[in-house]
């Protein structure tokens, strides 16, 4: 007999990437060596003065629930990263720690969306956020940003997605999976339509804002024009910035109406993130950067072999990222051909599935991320595997016919 399930879950798709990671680790343990290149996670790890600091949390008994918005200690740390790093100036009420930025976001949509409201979602897109937004009834339009506009939002587009329906937009920079980072002048171009329409609230996950390339300078929505602070959510965290994937701490910074009710949503379900994670992102975001500026050079130098090595392999039109750990490549050449098996690649889903089989390579379609036919592939792994993959992949690709 099988559990009768809810409607909104079996109508959810598992997140892509965790489907990925558990396909990857069953084929190693079933014996495959396996290069993985679907990971969404720094693989450098947490700097020392930050696991110091949550031993001596533990040493000092800061073992117990926290209040529920965060840690004061925390929060107030938040407030200081905000004005030293963004020029933004919030209270510690405007601040909401969760556990992981993931949180925060499912939250904010469960705090906010009716049935058949509307969130704009420019694709390519973090996996997520549509599956989030259909969780609590609202409805994901998906506004398409090619290749030749950088896989960007233009003020034209937002424009005509925007309804009365509209509750949210989300914008994600730098972004996963294209590594697209905008400009100030590109986000006051967007500020420019949201100001026409009030009832929008926008939701800026800045995830990878330490993860960028070209001495370029991050800066969000809010930064842009700082009109929007009193409705948008900035949402941030350690994972990214700080390898702190495993510690799960995320915040959210917006107004104290929207944060008080995600705080009402969290005290009816986790109650806090870790007390010891949180004493640890206080060291993280209070302490010394170097890990932050020495793990945005490596990723840099990786970014850079991936790149020359994916644009030398024939029917991968690649552009480079500006953030993030990931190459989007456009496999368009690709589709129609034919495998040595006979099989014809109809979809970029069939190009990652072969090169899983023949190269012995994990990638992720482009389908999952809402823009077709590209692949996604993480760099945040050593340079070794990206050698070793990358000409794998090329070995593999070498072998289709026409
Ligand atoms: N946003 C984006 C764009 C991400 O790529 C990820 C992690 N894959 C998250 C949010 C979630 O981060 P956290 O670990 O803080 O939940």
Request: with cysteine; hydrophobic share 45%; proline share 5%.
């Amino acid at each position: 007999m099988s559990t009768n399930l809810a409607r909104r879950v079996n109508e959810m798709k598992p997140s892509a990437s965790i489907a990925a990671k558990k396909k990857v680790t069953e084929l190693q343990a079933a014996g495959h060596q396996i290069i993985d290149f679907t990971v969404g996670e720094p693989d450098l790890d947490t700097p020392g003065h930050v696991i110091d600091a949550a031993v001596q949390a533990m040493r000092n008994g800061e073992t117990h629930y926290t209040a529920t918005p965060g840690t004061p200690a925390l929060r107030a740390a938040i407030v200081s990263k905000f004005l030293r790093e963004n020029n933004i100036r919030y209270g510690v009420d405007n601040i909401v720690v969760g556990s992981g930025a993931k949180q925060i976001i499912l939250s904010a949509f469960e705090a906010t969306l009716d049935e058949g409201d509307e969130v704009i979602i420019p694709a390519p897109f973090w996996v997520s956020y549509p599956d989030m937004v259909k969780l609590y009834g609202g409805r994901p339009v998906i506004v398409t940003c090619g290749q030749a506009d950088g896989f960007k939002l233009t003020p034209e587009a937002l424009d005509a997605a925007i309804t009365a329906k509209s509750r949210w937009l989300v914008l994600n920079s730098p972004n996963n999976p294209t590594g697209a980072v905008y400009t100030e002048s590109e986000l006051k171009g967007l500020a420019d339509v949201l100001i026409q329409h009030p009832q929008l609230l926008v939701l800026t996950d800045d995830i990878y804002e330490h993860i960028l390339f070209n001495d370029l300078k991050f800066t969000n929505i809010v930064q842009a024009d700082p009109k929007l602070i009193d409705r948008t959510l900035v949402v941030n965290g350690m994972s990214k910035a700080y390898a702190m994937t495993g510690w799960r701490v995320g915040y959210g910074a917006g107004p104290v109406d929207l944060i008080n009710a995600i705080v009402k949503l969290l005290g009816q379900s986790t109650t806090c993130a870790s007390s010891i994670s949180q004493a640890a992102a206080v060291a993280a975001l209070d302490g010394k950067q170097t890990f932050v500026t020495s793990a945005r050079a490596e990723y840099l130098r990786r970014r850079n072999r991936m790149f020359e090595l994916l644009s030398a392999i024939p029917g991968f039109t690649v552009t480079p990222p500006d953030g993030a750990f990931y190459l989007y490549p456009c496999v368009e050449e690709l589709i129609d051909l034919r495998t040595p098996q006979g099989q014809v690649l109809a979809t970029d889903l069939d190009v990652s599935l072969y090169l899983l089989e023949e190269a012995k390579v994990a990638v992720l379609d482009g389908t999952a991320y809402g823009l077709s036919p590209y692949l996604r592939l993480s760099f945040a792994t050593s340079q070794s595997a990206i050698e070793a993959g990358c000409e794998k992949i090329a070995a593999a690709v070498a072998k289709l016919r026409p």
